[in-house]
């Protein structure tokens, strides 16, 4: 499942989803990296 986290206050990475964290963080791999970080929440189009 492809999903999107942030690193830092300004950095974004979209990969694959390869596992979650006790403290609510997730964990994507792109290409050989796995990167740290909390999910982007999704918002509601009104």
């Known amino acids: 499942m492809l999903r999107t986290i942030t690193v830092g206050s300004c ?5 694959l989803l390869v596992g979650q964290m006790a403290d609510g963080k997730i964990m994507v791999k ?3 990296r ?3 970080g ?3 929440t999704k918002t509601k189009l009104v």
């Open 11 to 15: 950095v974004s990475i979209q990969g």
């Open 30 to 32: 792109v290409d050989e």
């Open 34 to 36: 796995t990167f740290v």
């Open 38 to 40: 909390y999910p982007v």
